[in-house]
């Protein structure tokens, strides 16, 4: 599955700050949770996002996605800054941009049959449709996530988990999207139904040409899923290159860290890895530096 | 992990064989049938509710339960003690008291219900604003509210009825407002709560607007909350009624209010009981009523609770 070349989401220096401010007239700071990143997502391609807890990758995801509008930076979403679209602009654009979140529990109104929830989507952005129209395209959405429509009148908390999720899955696609973020969609389930999302995921992709944004600290499902992955530490992108490069030849400390911590799963080979961790300490890792294009498409932040 | 592959599709369940058909799907019995269920089996829940719709239907017909008119004297019955022909004794000027009960439900009743009527279509907006749009829009508000939490419940209701002027209906614009800010802060600290889960932050994400968001996402969230909160407050505001009526400021005379008939029974209370007797028990009996079937509520309308 090759990505054609055109960028159908382009992240230009991406900032986000979140003011502390002192209480009592003290000097006003920033807490710089995003700071200048830029990348781009093909169309059909999916984008990973990777890096340690609070490295700012949620913050990324709701900011491309203007849930959380960034400080600065633009998001070109098929050639329109999103930025600078009004609420009302913003809204309709909605139907082409969708968001998979990370807790199924919690990403469903416990009060909304998941069948009304999922024929939101067609309520707001189709107003031609009619009830019945719009019942046969939910039943169709359910079916093509692998749910019975007859659940369709039931309520949240009827489901598991990874029917949840794929109840989550069914309205991102219900408009057909050209653009999905992934908001670490199978942090939250058994690793059995992480494969099944997985799997769907990569379907919907190849049925509807979607371009995901997959954020997650799964690296092993990111290499599997993900057709270029950028690696984020300390709210910057720190390397940025294709799945295999990345995994094959790590060029930044930081990301040569991030792939040595993943555990191996045969029990010799994780004891040798743990005990030559423990010989050599971490050597504190350099902030600072410019992303510098060390082999075609494979970029890392390199200190001049 | 790395053996991982396109099989695990097989997990998927199969495509159920509706295919390209319209299919229909029915509605199944959803939250107010289990709500239903979890509401029975609470005995207190039960009670209350049985209390409450028997005191609304004796409120409703008050013209065939009760045995005299509520406000026709007779000289031969004044002060006289229960007797099979005024089962629960006469007053001062010789009026039924059962009848006077009965038709004082119409009073009790009423000033509840309304009252937590006016107070929740007050203050439910109020809060929703509030709580959802933050910024000044929410200190305004939520600074009026303080201003008039600050006064104590009854207080504030006396002071407003007696600007209003004695009259029922007054007593009960005066309670009601008393009640809302109660009612503003609750609904504020709702929708605050609902409005930081994940799923209003899908709502957004779908393309659904701000006003969409409070009144089909947020709102029917909160609604239990507020229900409850209107039972137990029905339950204030007849203790409010009877003391606005104890005090003159409620229902006048000679037409019949629980409240009124204990202020003038204080004067005559060695010399006829009764007339103190009845309409303490009947205010007890509804306040215990309404809070038992909130008490119920609270814990039936919980979405996670089980059976």
Known sequence: ?304 | MSGMDRDAAALLPPPSVAGGRAVTLPREPGMLGAFWRRLRARRSAVVGLAIVVGLVLMAAFAGWIAPYDPTATDWGAVRAAPSLAHPFGGDEVGRDVLARIVYGARASLGAGLVSVALAVSLGLPLGLVAGYAGGWVDGAIMRLTDALLAIPFLILAIALAAFLGPSLTNAMVAIGLSATSTFVRLTRAQVQAVAAEEFVEAARSVGNPPWRIALVHILPNIVPAILVQATLTIAAAIIAEASLSFLGLGQQPPEPSWGAMLNVAKNFLDQAPWMAIWPGLSIFLAVLGFNLLGDGLRDALDPRART
């Open chain 1, 1 to 304: 599955m090759r990505a054609p070349d055109y960028p159908i989401v382009s992240v230009r220096n991406l900032s986000k700050h979140y003011p502390l401010r002192s209480w009592w007239g003290g000097k006003a700071s920033v807490f710089r949770a995003v700071e200048d990143v830029s990348f781009d997502i093909r169309a059909g391609e999916t984008l990973g996002l990777v890096g340690e807890s609070g490295s700012g990758k949620s913050t990324i995801g709701r900011a491309v996605t203007m849930l959380n509008p960034p400080t600065a930076g633009t998001v070109a979403f098929e050639g329109t800054d999103l930025a600078k679209l009004s609420p009302r602009a913003m809204r309709g654009m909605r139907a082409r941009i969708q968001t998979v979140f990370q807790d199924p529990y919690a990403a469903l109104n416990p009060r909304m049959s998941v069948g009304d929830y999922v024929s939101e989507a067609f309520k707001l952005h189709r107003p031609e449709m009619g009830r019945a129209e719009r019942r046969a395209a939910v039943a169709g959405l359910f079916e093509r996530v692998g749910l019975e429509p007859r659940f369709a009148g039931r309520f949240p908390h009827q489901f598991s988990g990874g029917q949840r999720q794929r109840i989550c899955i069914a309205r991102a696609i219900a408009l057909k999207p050209s653009f999905i973020v992934a908001d670490e969609p199978i942090a939250a389930l058994d690793v059995s139904i992480q494969a099944q999302v997985v799997n769907l995921l990569q379907d919907l992709q190849a049925e509807l040409g979607l371009s995901y944004l997959f954020i997650s600290h799964d690296l092993r499902m990111v290499r599997y899923l993900c057709h270029r992955v950028a690696v984020l530490w300390r709210g910057r992108i720190v390397e940025l290159a294709e799945s295999d490069a990345l995994y094959d030849d790590p060029r930044h400390p930081y990301t040569q860290r991030l792939l040595g911590a993943v555990p191996v799963p045969d029990p010799a080979a994780e004891r040798a890895r743990l005990a030559a961790e423990q010989a050599r300490p971490a050597s504190p890792i350099a902030e600072g530096g410019d992303l510098v294009e060390v082999a075609p498409g494979h970029w890392v932040v390199t200190r001049s």
